[in-house]
């Protein structure tokens, strides 16, 4: 029987697999100018502005970038693969970066405009700032995405922010404090 490879490719967005290990139907990923070769595995993959990440939590995976198959690593659970400026492999939480698949989102010291992208990415939510000043506050925690209401609230529970509808969204400013 002839081996049957399982291929995709992840044009936009943020992508979460959990894939059986069959040796006889090898799968992988092209994300970019990037390879994921599941070697029975769950990532998540997040083609951020800042450069591709991979986030193993079981399994194992082998990342490698398009033509360049020499420099090929092969992540353990709890490793994550950042391909920022130059690659890298470090621990990492991997359970928070693939938390938003249970509707969670789970921020360590992100910016507020981090955040409002994040936001804009699993919900569709337009977030606008009064100021840069605002953009740059800084944010800890896991927002709920069940509705709009509850991530709303977990920010100005801990901000001094309020949200401002407006017709493609909300505006951030100023409580004023």
């Given at each position: 029987?002839e081996?049957?490879?399982?291929?995709v490719?992840?044009?936009?967005?943020?992508?979460?697999?959990?894939?059986?290990?069959?040796?006889?139907?090898?799968?992988?990923?092209?994300?970019?100018?990037?390879?994921?070769?599941?070697?029975?595995?769950?990532?998540?993959?997040?083609?951020?502005?800042?450069?591709?990440?991979?986030?193993?939590?079981?399994?194992?995976?082998?990342?490698?970038?398009?033509?360049?198959?020499?420099?090929?690593?092969v992540?353990?659970?709890?490793?994550?693969y950042w391909?920022?400026?130059?690659?890298?492999?470090?621990?990492?939480?991997?359970?928070?970066?693939?938390?938003?698949?249970?509707?969670?989102?789970?921020?360590?010291?992100?910016?507020?405009?981090?955040?409002?992208?994040?936001?804009?990415?699993?919900?569709?939510?337009?977030?606008?700032?009064?100021?840069?000043?605002?953009?740059?506050?800084?944010?800890?925690?896991?927002?709920?995405?069940?509705?709009?209401?509850?991530?709303?609230?977990?920010?100005?529970?801990?901000?001094?922010?309020?949200?401002?509808?407006?017709?493609?969204?909300?505006?951030?400013?100023?409580?004023?404090q």
């Open positions: 029987m081996a049957r490879a399982r291929q490719r992840l044009l936009e967005g943020e992508a979460f697999f959990a894939v059986a290990h069959d040796v006889r139907r090898p799968f992988s990923a092209l994300v970019g100018d990037h390879r994921l070769t599941v070697l029975g595995t769950l990532f998540n993959v997040d083609p951020a502005t800042d450069g591709l990440r991979v986030d193993l939590l079981e399994g194992s995976l082998r990342v490698e970038r398009a033509g360049k198959s020499a420099s090929a690593v992540l353990k659970p709890g490793e994550r391909a920022g400026r130059s690659p890298q492999v470090a621990s990492s939480d991997v359970a928070a970066a693939a938390a938003w698949v249970d509707g969670r989102l789970v921020f360590d010291d992100a910016s507020l405009s981090q955040v409002a992208a994040a936001l804009y990415r699993q919900t569709g939510e337009v977030l606008t700032f009064d100021s840069p000043r605002l953009a740059a506050l800084r944010f800890s925690g896991v927002l709920q995405l069940s509705k709009s209401s509850a991530w709303r609230s977990g920010l100005t529970a801990v901000l001094p922010i309020r949200f401002v509808a407006e017709p493609k969204g909300y505006r951030i400013a100023s409580t004023g």
